[in-house]
């Protein structure tokens, strides 16, 4: 029977069919594990029209619902299912973890590890080391410019998943160090300079130390940002808004603006800035400052691609083009 009453979230690819009283899982070869009398969701193609699905088409079912909506309706509950009936599918997630955390990942990869974290943290909800993940993977797709326009409600969750891994552990100073940097951007430099302060003082002297007492003492001298750099970062993002229309003037002048101040190239070096910012003077016929700030690009990355074919298209542009 279908839940009328609660649709999945992707109505197309699932649906939801109704435990029946006293229907149980498979766990061992004597042991079964009771259901929940709940909806479940199951991938469409794997319901039958009359019959019950099959334990496999429950345990997809459950496993890809959870991997793309882990903050649904049942979610823990579906986890417990996991754990215990299908084990292999939650040591699934493990490994695909352990292959998101080694190799270079895009925004959908960080959400993809966000969602695998998220399951993972029902299971185990005082682990600080998947509160900690979860928190870091906001703040990296913070920082990403597609991702620009969300910019503050990314650093708003990396500090709430953060704040629960320091409620684990108090004085881990990654931890620390990490949220004082969320606080940083979003211009809360009080609470950073407390978390920084907390850090520094269990570090032992080093660089890690150095760098984190340089801050400190930035904080203290009030030589702090303008305006909060989460705020530069959503003018970045405007900046695209207008390229992708290519209102290129439009986007020049922001990043124009930005750099002059001066405050987000230094706190936040970036070959993407200059990138743009090279595109916008090019496609507004200003090919020596486009030139210019490709080269910035690349001084910054020299394996930055789009800056160094940008460079090379223009020493081969005939002169007055």
């Known amino acids: 029977m279908l839940d009328q009453q609660n649709e999945p979230l992707d109505a197309v690819a699932f649906k939801f069919w109704?435990?029946?009283?006293?229907?149980?899982?498979?766990?061992?070869?004597?042991?079964?594990?009771?259901?929940?009398?709940?909806?479940?969701?199951?991938?469409?193609?794997?319901?039958?029209?009359?019959?019950?699905?099959s334990e496999k088409a429950i345990g997809d079912g459950i496993y890809e619902y959870l991997c793309r909506f882990p903050f649904c309706r049942h979610a823990e509950t579906y986890a417990q299912i996991l754990k215990e009936a299908y084990p292999f599918l939650v040591a699934d997630i493990g490994s695909q973890l352990i292959v998101l955390?080694?190799?270079?990942?895009?925004?959908?990869?960080?959400?993809?590890?966000?969602?695998?974290?998220?399951?993972?943290?029902?299971?185990?909800?005082?682990?600080?080391?998947?509160?900690?993940k979860?928190?870091?993977?906001?703040?990296?797709?913070?920082?990403?410019?597609?991702?620009?326009?969300?910019?503050?409600?990314?650093?708003?969750?990396?500090?709430?998943?953060?704040?629960?891994?320091?409620?684990?552990?108090?004085?881990?100073?990654?931890?620390?160090?990490?949220?004082?940097?969320?606080?940083?951007?979003?211009?809360?430099?009080?609470?950073?300079?407390?978390?920084?302060?907390?850090?520094?003082?269990?570090?032992?002297?080093?660089?890690?130390?150095?760098?984190?007492?340089?801050?400190?003492?930035?904080?203290?001298?009030d030589n702090i940002p303008e305006q909060p750099?989460?705020?530069?970062?959503?003018?970045?993002?405007?900046?695209?808004?207008?390229?992708?229309?290519?209102?290129?003037?439009?986007?020049?002048?922001?990043?124009?603006q930005l750099e002059a101040v001066g405050d987000l190239p230094r706190e936040l070096p970036n070959p993407e800035f200059y990138y743009l910012l090279g595109v916008c003077r090019e496609k507004t016929e200003a090919a020596a400052e486009a030139f210019e700030a490709f080269s910035t690009a690349v001084a910054l990355d020299k394996n930055h691609q789009p800056s160094r074919d940008a460079l090379n298209r223009l020493q081969e542009k005939p002169q007055g083009e």
């Open 18 to 53: 109704d435990v029946p009283e006293g229907m149980s899982l498979t766990t061992g070869e004597k042991e079964e594990l009771p259901l929940p009398h709940i909806s479940l969701p199951i991938k469409t193609e794997d319901l039958p029209t009359t019959a019950a699905p």
């Open 229 to 256: 750099l989460c705020d530069s970062l959503e003018a970045i993002a405007a900046a695209l808004e207008h390229i992708h229309i290519e209102e290129y003037a439009a986007a020049r002048k922001i990043l124009e």
């Open 101 to 132: 955390d080694v190799k270079d990942v895009n925004p959908e990869g960080l959400r993809r590890k966000i969602n695998l974290l998220k399951i993972l943290v029902y299971l185990e909800p005082e682990n600080f080391g998947l509160l900690h």
């Open 134 to 221: 979860i928190g870091r993977a906001f703040y990296d797709l913070s920082l990403y410019y597609p991702e620009l326009s969300r910019v503050k409600y990314h650093l708003k969750e990396a500090r709430s998943w953060l704040e629960k891994a320091r409620r684990v552990q108090t004085a881990d100073t990654g931890n620390l160090n990490l949220l004082g940097q969320v606080c940083y951007l979003n211009g809360s430099y009080h609470q950073a300079r407390l978390y920084w302060r907390v850090a520094a003082n269990s570090l032992d002297d080093g660089e890690g130390k150095t760098e984190l007492v340089a801050r400190l003492a930035r904080i203290e001298a």
